[in-house]
Nanobody, 111 residues
Framework: QVQLVESGGGFVQPGGSLRLSCVAS????????VYWYRQAPGKQREYVAH???????NYADSVKGRFTISRDNAKNTVYLQMTSLKPEDPAVYFC?????WGKGTLVTVSS
């Protein structure tokens, strides 16, 4: 069983930055694409970004140019660097690989 643990969420003002981390209990990240999703209250979970085993990345249009996904296979960790955070970014952010999900980390953006 693979466990994913997200961290790094918190409270930030609009325009601020946060870096989320997702740590896996195994080396599963080195063999699979890893995804970040988010879910705001009352809304469906939505795709944010993903990174392939080869390091290629893709982003939702809503975060393109502001968020950066990266990976450190040696640490079994994937990161999501979020900059220029907007009032529409608050959500619980989830890490996903194959059919494994973490419990999420909460991001709050408010002035």
């Amino acid at each position: 069983q693979v466990q994913l643990v997200e961290s790094g969420g918190g409270f930030v003002q609009p325009g601020g930055s946060l870096r989320l981390s997702c740590v896996a209990s195994t080396s599963i990240f080195s063999m699979n694409a890893v995804y970040w999703y988010r879910q705001a209250p009352g809304k469906q979970r939505e795709y944010v970004a993903h990174i392939t085993t080869g390091g290629r990345t893709n982003y939702a249009d809503s975060v393109k140019g502001r968020f950066t996904i990266s990976r450190d296979n040696a640490k079994n960790t994937v990161y999501l660097q979020m900059t220029s955070l907007k009032p529409e970014d608050p959500a619980v952010y989830f890490c996903n690989v194959n059919y494994f999900w973490g419990k999420g980390t909460l991001v709050t953006v408010s002035s």
